[in-house]
């Protein structure tokens, strides 16, 4: 990895800043994270307070103090100072480029390199210790919101039970618009599944987060879908199906865990099923990251879950038949796990601060995987927002200028971005859209804010 790529690869447009108060970047910093700050100091001294060992508490203590003087440091608008070394080598990436950067303060940066820097410098806190190194202060409050999540889990492993079942017993072959009718319900699927993003949504009750999921609000929103590829990528898929290709890999670039990885599973069991792909390859983040991303510990924990839901969830008033279904998906998914169709790869490239503009610079060996892969997806909003360079891009700028080297028609990868819009950066809009949208409030993008609106953008860099 080298560190001088800062100004090289990056979007020729302006990011956006925390100064702009306009923006939600302005938002994130004054707002959101002293609130997500505070959360991991409580965590973190609740489970202090409930260990008996003196080094580990003392350690622990150390962390709490540190956090605090972090959540001051973004309060009152200090300068962001270099990570300290905890052995790894992109603290010097991030530090090299906050020297960059000069000096800059919370609350006038560029708000992607602020907000991966704040939780690389909370990793910084944990990493160089000898009992907390692989804690998650999020750990908690993900499985907290998974649990509220279980109507929407229950609706939907039923659903994915019926799907596969069926196309198990159903001898003829599926009618290509069949397929595409059923294979556009479970992207969309996975595509609002990222409703419920904890470092946004952090004070959701139990019965706002049943609203965000379900069926009834997936058909809802399905007009809200501003900018819609998926017949593309159908065509895509089904053409490598029937060209007899033997190996047909599909990467996910993983967002929040919980409910959101749970649909993310949803999607590839059923193209492993429907043999729309033989192989899904799931990237998690190496790190706690942005509250709720997914590690790999959440994905074992996930399947643990269904394994046992009355356990999991606390909740014995599910009637046989859902535990049956339940359990169905630990078994379907974990075979798919046990036998290498479904596996993990991590890569410290997807914490590092900068936008994807510099993957094929900074990370060749990682790019040259995904190459590999018939289809890339990019789930969520911070995905969007590292494709796009997080910039002030005009709502009508083609999504494959926006994503710089990837864009091109020789980069050799097809990327899918499938995001709802909780930030200001959007592409690949109709012209007069954005306006539309924005109605009276013409000095800001609120819409984008919501979670309600989407978009779901491809490129085919093999074409």
């Known amino acids: 990895m080298h560190a001088c790529v800062a100004n090289s690869h990056s979007a020729p447009t302006a990011p956006y800043r925390t100064s702009d108060q306009t923006s939600f970047a302005y938002v994130s910093a004054r707002d959101r994270w002293p609130v997500i700050l505070t959360q991991a100091i409580d965590d973190v001294f609740r489970t202090t307070r409930d260990h008996t060992d003196p080094e580990k508490i003392a350690e622990g203590k150390r962390i709490v103090e540190k956090l605090a003087k972090l959540k001051y440091e973004v309060q009152h608008d200090r300068v962001l100072s270099p990570i300290e070394d905890d052995g790894a080598a992109d603290v010097k990436i991030y530090n090299d480029e906050l020297e960059q950067l000069g000096s800059p303060k919370w609350f006038n940066v560029s708000w992607l390199y602020s907000e991966c820097y704040l939780y690389r410098r909370l990793h910084s806190f944990f990493a160089p210790t000898k009992y907390w190194r692989d804690y998650d202060p999020f750990h908690a409050q993900k499985n907290s919101t998974f649990r509220a999540s279980l109507a929407a889990v229950v609706e939907l492993a039923t659903r994915y039970k019926q799907i596969v079942t069926a196309s198990h017993d159903d001898k003829e072959e599926v009618e290509v618009e069949k397929e595409k009718l059923l294979f556009t319900e479970m992207m969309e699927i996975c595509l609002w599944g990222n409703a419920t993003d904890l470092s946004l949504l952090t004070s959701l009750t139990y019965e706002d987060i049943q609203k965000l999921q379900g069926s009834k609000a997936r058909k809802d929103a399905e007009a809200n879908i501003l900018a819609n590829d998926l017949p593309k990528v159908f065509e895509v898929l089904r053409k490598a199906k029937e060209s007899g290709k033997v190996s047909r890999r599909l990467d996910i670039v993983l967002d929040n865990s919980g409910?959101?990885?749970?649909?993310?599973?949803?999607?590839?069991?059923?193209?492993?099923?429907?043999?729309?792909?033989?192989?899904?390859?799931?990237?998690?983040?190496?790190?706690?990251?942005?509250?709720?991303?997914?590690?790999?510990?959440?994905?074992?924990?996930?399947?643990?879950?269904?394994?046992?839901p009355v356990a999991y969830f606390n909740a014995s008033e599910l009637t046989e038949e859902q535990q049956t279904g339940l359990k169905f998906l630990h078994s379907n998914w974990n075979g798919f796990y046990q036998s290498g169709q479904i596996r993990l790869r991590e890569d410290r490239f997807w914490t590092l601060p900068g936008s994807y503009w510099r993957l094929p610079a900074v990370a060749p060996e990682l790019y040259e995987e995904l190459k590999t892969a018939e289809l890339v997806v990019f789930k969520g909003d911070l995905n969007y927002r590292k494709l796009t360079g997080d910039a002030e891009w005009d709502p009508t700028t083609p999504f494959e200028e926006a994503i710089g080297p990837l864009g091109k028609k020789d980069s050799g990868m097809r990327t899918l971005a499938l995001r709802t819009c909780k930030a200001d950066v959007v592409v690949g809009l109709p012209k007069g859209k954005d306006e539309e949208l924005r109605g009276e409030d013409v000095l800001s993008r609120k819409w984008g804010w919501s979670g309600k609106w989407a978009v779901v953008q491809f490129w085919d860099g093999k074409a």
């Open 259 to 308: 409910f959101e990885l749970f649909v993310d599973l949803v999607l590839a069991g059923y193209l492993l099923e429907e043999k729309l792909v033989t192989e899904v390859v799931l990237h998690p983040k190496c790190m706690p990251w942005f509250v709720s991303d997914v590690l790999p510990e959440d994905f074992t924990d996930l399947l643990a879950a269904l394994e046992d």
